[in-house]
């Protein structure tokens, strides 16, 4: 091979697709949310990380809109409230399609260093995915 030439070979082996920053945690999380004008409204998350959740919504939320949102767990016997501002980064409609409930992957926008730290460890006192 020439000096400045690409080497073109195929190249083989493992490929890890997993494109996500932080582990995800299955949990089953009453959330409240809302948008910006709107009622709050009321669901759940189903997994969670330190980057983001996903929930379940009765309406179908576009990409890229902004909500407010609670999370709300225990750690031991203490109820524990998490505030954020998140963002709407995909959406699919449940496989049962009669129940009408949205998948959709929020990613945190705006949280707290105090609310992060509570979300931190609930998640550490739970089994990985």
Do not use: C
């Not at 400045?4 to 494109?19: A, H, L, Q, S």
């Not at 379940?56 to 407010?68: F, H, N, V």
């Not at 496989?95 to 931190?120: A, N």
């Amino acid at each position: 091979m020439k000096t400045g030439e690409k080497d073109t070979k195929p190249r083989y082996g493992i490929v890890n697709f997993e494109r996500r920053k932080y582990p995800r945690f299955n949990v089953d999380l009453p959330i409240e949310y809302a948008r910006n004008d709107s009622a709050v409204k009321h669901d759940r998350a189903a997994n969670a990380s330190e980057g983001g959740l996903l929930v379940y919504l009765p309406e179908k939320i576009e990409i890229g809109q902004y909500l407010s949102l609670k999370l709300f767990f225990y750690i031991g016997s203490e109820l524990n409230t998490v505030e954020t501002l998140v963002q709407v980064v995909w959406i699919d409609i449940h496989l049962d399609i009669s129940w009408g409930d949205y998948r959709t992957g929020v990613k945190f926008i705006d949280i707290s260093s105090e609310d992060m730290t509570m979300l931190k460890n609930f998640l550490r006192s739970l089994p990985p995915s």
